[in-house]
């Protein structure tokens, strides 16, 4: 755990600015996102806890920063670093009158100079971290788009390499990682492939493996089931070159049954009618049952409803989505939510409209309340496909 992250009882009790506050802070930056270079002046705004909530940072005036939902994400992601966000601040409350950084610097400059950082090892951890972030506020104020994002990959991955010669343990290490995530955007691609670079350059063989399903995911979120089958292969490939201690033998072995799992899916969304991705559906789950834990075999159950489904194997999906229910005390709120998603689902490719529409509301309210922002948006799709398919039908009975 972050030891800056303060506990919950200490935070302040207001966790989100009010509507007076927020058409206050919408009057302080005129109507448009703080960010003095912002491309995305159609996205709604969103106000930002510049020193954060769960950090002890108090819902007030002095502490917002209005963004878009673009730049907030970035800020978010580590590419707009805080001291940047407290210059912008205080740039906004003077009216746009006083002094901002101006970069006078190319991007391969900066990129040049992030790769000198990252292997001067005559610096501390901490300084080298402070100099890449010096580089970051530089790189916001880069007046093309491109230029921007191609330093903020490079620079955080220099960051990412910083951070793992300065640590051998791979969990203090997965902080980086969480850059990437957001896997639905083409720059993490781009990120999560120089991330693998990095790290294969610093023998840190977990790191690349990790990245590497990273990407794999990202092509699986993006429907290009062709790629990440591939960079599943490769992330499967790592693994057998990886040594394993006898410690994290059983903990190597669940990564590469949920790297297989995960491909079998994968696999028969690309081709919907496959007997050797129905063999791998199946044998994915064969393995997590011969392991024997709980947790293993309910994610397995879950991704060989999933792969079913879009084999059209409905029957038998249905067989193994009651087995889920009858595990429903064990499952965790997450496994509980994708439950809930692949029911909706295999409603829908039974025609069972009513069931569909029940477990899209459920689902729906289920992962708002626990904050599962991405199942929310996959149950908000279902919803539309839902609403789709009825008007068509509708349609075609009245013509």
Same mark, same amino acid.
């Given at each position: 755990?972050?030891?800056?992250?303060?506990?919950?009882?200490?935070?302040? @009790?207001i966790?989100?600015?009010?509507?007076?506050?927020?058409?206050?802070?919408?009057?302080?930056?005129?109507?448009?996102?703080?960010?003095?270079?912002?491309?995305?002046?159609?996205?709604?705004?969103?106000?930002?806890?510049?020193?954060?909530? $769960?950090?002890?940072?108090?819902?007030?005036? @002095?502490?917002?920063?209005?963004?878009?939902?673009?730049?907030?994400?970035?800020?978010?992601?580590?590419?707009?670093?805080?001291?940047?966000?407290?210059?912008?601040?205080?740039?906004?409350?003077s009216?746009?009158?006083? @002094?901002?950084?101006?970069n006078?610097?190319?991007?391969d400059?900066?990129?040049?100079?992030?790769?000198?950082?990252?292997?001067?090892?005559?610096? /501390? %951890?901490?300084? =080298?971290?402070?100099?890449?972030?010096?580089?970051?506020i530089?790189?916001?104020?880069l /007046?093309?788009?491109?230029?921007?994002? #191609?330093?903020?990959?490079?620079?955080?991955? $220099?960051?990412?390499?910083?951070?793992?010669?300065?640590?051998?343990?791979?969990?203090?290490?997965?902080n980086?990682?969480? &850059?990437?995530?957001?896997?639905?955007?083409?720059?993490?691609?781009?990120?999560?492939a120089?991330?693998?670079?990095y790290?294969?350059?610093?023998?840190?063989?977990?790191?690349?493996?990790?990245?590497?399903?990273?990407?794999?995911?990202? #092509?699986?979120?993006?429907?290009? #089931?062709?790629?990440?089958?591939?960079?599943?292969r490769?992330?499967?490939?790592?693994?057998?070159?990886?040594?394993?201690? =006898?410690? =994290?033998?059983?903990?190597? %072995?669940?990564?590469?049954?949920?790297?297989?799992?995960?491909? $079998?899916?994968?696999? /028969?969304?690309?081709?919907?009618?496959?007997?050797?991705a129905?063999?791998?559906?199946?044998?994915?789950?064969?393995?997590?049952?011969? &392991?024997?834990?709980?947790?293993?075999?309910?994610?397995?159950?879950?991704?060989?409803v999933e792969?079913?489904?879009?084999?059209?194997?409905?029957?038998?999906?249905?067989?193994?989505?009651?087995?889920?229910?009858?595990?429903?005390?064990?499952?965790?709120n997450?496994?509980?939510?994708?439950?809930?998603k692949m029911?909706?689902?295999? $409603?829908?490719?039974?025609?069972?409209?009513?069931?569909?529409?029940?477990?899209?509301?459920?689902?729906?309210?289920?992962?708002?309340?626990?904050?599962?922002?991405?199942?929310?948006?996959?149950?908000?799709?279902?919803?539309w496909?839902?609403?789709?398919?009825?008007?068509?039908?509708?349609?075609?009975?009245?013509?």
């Amino acid at each position: 755990m972050d030891k800056k992250i303060i506990h919950p009882a200490l935070r302040d @009790p207001i966790r989100t600015y009010s509507v007076g506050f927020n058409d206050e802070l919408i009057t302080e930056c005129s109507g448009q996102c703080s960010h003095p270079i912002c491309d995305f002046s159609y996205l709604s705004l969103k106000a930002h806890h510049i020193i954060h909530h $769960a950090r002890g940072g108090l819902t007030i005036k @002095p502490n917002g920063l209005m963004l878009c939902t673009r730049c907030h994400r970035l800020l978010h992601d580590g590419f707009i670093p805080q001291r940047l966000a407290f210059s912008i601040k205080y740039w906004i409350s003077s009216g746009r009158k006083a @002094p901002l950084i101006i970069n006078q610097t190319s991007a391969d400059e900066l990129v040049s100079q992030a790769e000198k950082i990252k292997f001067d090892n005559s610096l /501390s %951890v901490n300084a =080298r971290f402070t100099l890449l972030n010096d580089l970051l506020i530089a790189a916001n104020f880069l /007046s093309s788009r491109n230029a921007r994002y #191609f330093t903020f990959i490079n620079i955080i991955a $220099a960051k990412i390499g910083v951070l793992n010669n300065g640590t051998s343990s791979l969990r203090s290490s997965l902080n980086a990682m969480l &850059i990437s995530m957001d896997c639905r955007r083409k720059w993490a691609q781009i990120l999560a492939a120089n991330a693998t670079r990095y790290a294969k350059e610093i023998n840190h063989h977990w790191l690349a493996l990790y990245f590497t399903h990273s990407r794999a995911v990202g #092509f699986n979120a993006r429907n290009r #089931f062709g790629n990440a089958v591939n960079e599943f292969r490769k992330a499967l490939n790592l693994w057998d070159t990886i040594p394993k201690s =006898r410690s =994290r033998h059983d903990e190597a %072995v669940q990564i590469k049954h949920r790297l297989l799992r995960e491909m $079998a899916v994968c696999r /028969s969304k690309k081709t919907q009618n496959s007997t050797k991705a129905k063999s791998e559906v199946l044998t994915s789950l064969d393995m997590a049952e011969a &392991i024997g834990d709980h947790h293993n075999i309910d994610d397995a159950l879950v991704r060989c409803v999933e792969g079913l489904i879009y084999l059209n194997e409905l029957s038998r999906a249905e067989v193994y989505l009651d087995r889920l229910y009858g595990n429903w005390e064990r499952l965790d709120n997450h496994l509980k939510t994708i439950t809930m998603k692949m029911d909706a689902r295999l $409603a829908l490719a039974q025609n069972r409209t009513n069931r569909a529409k029940e477990m899209i509301e459920k689902g729906l309210k289920w992962s708002l309340k626990y904050r599962f922002h991405h199942q929310s948006y996959h149950f908000k799709r279902l919803d539309w496909n839902m609403k789709l398919v009825f008007q068509n039908k509708r349609q075609s009975i009245i013509t």
